[in-house]
């Protein structure tokens, strides 16, 4: 899903993790990404409590939006934005399950080719009613070779029959691709092959629609006015870097079930501020998926706010990514040796301190497997490596001989700016300069720019989350496979990508996981592209009064039908 900003903070282990970081890569501030909430049921009272006359929530962001456009979004800072703003043709509930939205019901073909969309009577936020011709509109848009810059997930369209090749230029007609507005309210969606978890991914920020309005606006995006949609909120307000604010959407389809009147937002990236400001009553919500709670006050506060302290495993992971193509990390001894001389539990123990679990492979805990009761990380163990010091030189040794290097070139570790990431990058660089014999620069930057920087190649080592876009060991895999948008350590390994594309059309779910157990052995024990850290937990803190908040098996949250008591 999506790259998480929070050590993954945002979401990740995010709430086990489960995509995702953002992620959307994962892609928080956090670096314990704890998010539980209360959930509840969105009627006017509970029991004898009565709603709050201001239905206002007030939240703090630990970093800006990088982008307001769905076909452009690929981290979790983006997906809490857009979970807001728009809905797609299905809802996914905080079990993973699938419910309407756009779509009021479906209908699926015997061969699992062909889905059938009806949608209800909606409208966007200027009054215009949504229709299939909507979504047609947005995923070509999405495909389309010419859209600048090249959307980050035009690979998760490419389920659709002939959508690589169209988005690779092999095919010039959009109407081969396999989506068609039948009539205003019906879409008829063609797979290249059954695929289990697709109405799942309808829930997706790529897959939303988008407004017309935006073709010929390269701004539209950047701009409160010009950003028309059909989600249960609207954005009314938005100052860089300082706060931003959402106003419940009156022309939304379930608007009745809507009980907030606004929702506002501060964006600090300070976690220790945004725990002070919880505390002084300033916001009701506070910690991942969308803010951050220093790791050194979670054993306070599990003492000092018990009723508002929640800690849940999520399918996320934290990791650091190698950029394979850069100086010293081309030579996958030299990652190998990085990798296996440090102390994935005295980091958990003693750093994160939100009972993550030391991480040896890069699926998550809570991400299915060969069955839907089955959980895939519980199947295949993640023992592709050890933790050993001494062979960790030996490979450093040799991979610096492979390179002709006398001595190790310098190297600069980057992570986004948060007090959880920094203290992670500090303890880890002390790691290698004591176990490893290796001086290690660390430099934070701002997610904007950070993102930006890992995309682009330019970095060595950068801090990493995921969590998923859909319950399914693809959606961690595939973003590694050459020509992914999300391929920031720039993988490019032939077995790995057949093993994928095996998975991809295999309908034997046994056969798909032998393939994704594979592929997961070349990523993490033969390259080394990847190095995991620990497995997310999220950590929050919900004020008793307020109610509804739907944390996902992802860490992903769902504030649509939140609301708040009198207090």
């Known amino acids: 899903m999506k790259k998480s900003k929070s050590l993954l903070l945002i979401i990740a282990l995010v709430l086990v993790i489960g995509t995702v970081l953002a992620g959307c890569g994962n892609n928080t501030n956090s670096a314990n990404n704890g998010n539980k909430g209360n959930t509840?049921?969105?009627?006017?009272?509970?029991?004898?409590?009565?709603?709050?006359?201001?239905?206002?929530?007030?939240?703090?962001?630990?970093?800006?939006?990088?982008?307001?456009?769905?076909?452009?979004?690929?981290?979790?800072?983006?997906?809490?934005?857009l979970k807001l703003m728009y809905e797609g043709l299905v809802r996914v509930d905080k079990d993973g399950k699938e419910a309407p939205g756009v779509a009021e019901k479906w209908e699926v073909s015997p061969d699992g080719l062909v889905y059938t969309f009806h949608l209800r009577e909606s409208k966007w936020s200027n009054g215009d009613a949504v229709t299939a011709n909507d979504f047609v509109f947005a995923w070509k848009r999405v495909l389309d070779p010419a859209t600048v810059p090249a959307p980050p997930y035009a690979q998760q369209l490419y389920y659709l029959k002939n959508a690589e090749q169209f988005n690779k230029g092999e095919i010039k007609d959009f109407a081969e691709v396999g989506v068609k507005a039948q009539d205003d309210r019906t879409l008829v969606v063609t797979l290249k092959n059954p695929t289990a978890y697709f109405l799942n991914l309808m829930d997706f920020y790529t897959f939303y629609p988008v407004h017309k309005s935006v073709e010929g606006n390269d701004k539209w995006a950047t701009e409160v006015k010009t950003m028309i949609t059909n989600g249960p909120f609207n954005l009314t307000s938005w100052i860089t870097g300082q706060?931003?604010?959402?106003?419940?959407?009156?022309?939304?389809?379930?608007?009745?079930?809507?009980?907030?009147?606004?929702?506002t937002s501060t964006i600090v990236n300070e976690a220790s501020t945004e725990v002070l400001s919880y505390k002084n009553g300033e916001i009701d919500r506070a910690g991942a998926p969308n803010g951050d709670i220093p790791p050194d006050q979670i054993p306070v506060l599990k003492t000092e706010l018990p009723d508002d302290f929640t800690l849940k495993p999520v399918a996320s992971i934290y990791y650091y990514e190698f950029n394979t193509?850069?100086?010293?990390?081309?030579?996958?001894n030299i990652r190998k040796a990085?990798?296996?001389?440090?102390?994935?539990?005295?980091?958990?123990?003693?750093?994160?301190?939100?009972?993550?679990?030391?991480?040896?492979?890069?699926?998550?805990p809570g991400i299915k497997g060969s069955t839907d009761a089955a959980d895939y990380r519980s199947e295949?163990?993640?023992?592709?490596?050890?933790?050993?010091?001494?062979?960790?030189?030996?490979?450093?040794?040799?991979?610096?001989?492979?390179k002709g290097y006398t001595t190790l070139p310098p190297v600069t570790l980057i992570y986004n700016t948060s007090?959880?990431?920094?203290?992670?990058?500090l303890a880890i660089a002390d790691m290698w300069k004591n176990n490893l014999g290796v001086e290690v620069k660390t430099e934070n930057q701002e997610w904007g720019v950070f993102i930006k920087n890992r995309q682009?190649?330019?970095?060595?080592?950068?801090?990493?989350?995921?969590?998923?876009?859909?319950?399914?060991?693809?959606?961690?895999?595939?973003?590694?496979?050459?020509?992914?948008?999300n391929n920031d350590i720039k993988l490019d390994n032939p077995e790995y990508d057949k093993l994928l594309d095996e998975a991809f059309s295999e309908v034997d779910n046994a056969k798909r996981m032998a393939n994704f157990r594979k592929a997961e052995e070349i990523l993490v024990k033969n390259e080394m592209g990847i190095m995991p850290i620990y497995y997310y937990t999220n950590v929050s803190l919900v004020k008793p009064y307020l109610k509804g908040v739907s944390v996902g098996y992802d860490g992903a949250v769902d504030y649509s039908k939140v609301y708040l008591l009198e207090h």
């Not at 009156?250 to 809507?258: L, S």
Request: glycine share 6%; aromatic share 10%; hydrophobic share 35%.
């Open 338 to 364: 990085f990798a296996m001389s440090i102390s994935r539990q005295d980091i958990v123990d003693k750093v994160t301190l939100a009972s993550q679990v030391p991480a040896f492979g890069y699926i998550p």
């Open 40 to 81: 509840a049921n969105t009627g006017n009272t509970a029991g004898d409590e009565k709603l709050a006359a201001d239905q206002t929530l007030r939240l703090n962001m630990s970093a800006d939006v990088p982008t307001f456009d769905p076909g452009q979004a690929q981290d979790s800072q983006a997906h809490v934005a």
């Open 243 to 263: 706060s931003v604010e959402y106003t419940k959407n009156d022309t939304y389809w379930d608007k009745d079930n809507v009980k907030l009147t606004k929702i």
């Open 325 to 332: 193509l850069v100086e010293p990390f081309d030579n996958a």
């Open 419 to 425: 007090e959880g990431h920094k203290k992670i990058a």
């Open 456 to 485: 682009n190649g330019d970095y060595q080592v950068a801090r990493a989350g995921w969590n998923p876009d859909y319950n399914d060991p693809m959606t961690f895999m595939d973003m590694w496979k050459k020509g992914n948008g």
């Open 380 to 402: 295949y163990k993640d023992d592709y490596f050890t933790e050993d010091y001494a062979e960790a030189k030996k490979l450093l040794e040799l991979g610096m001989k492979e």
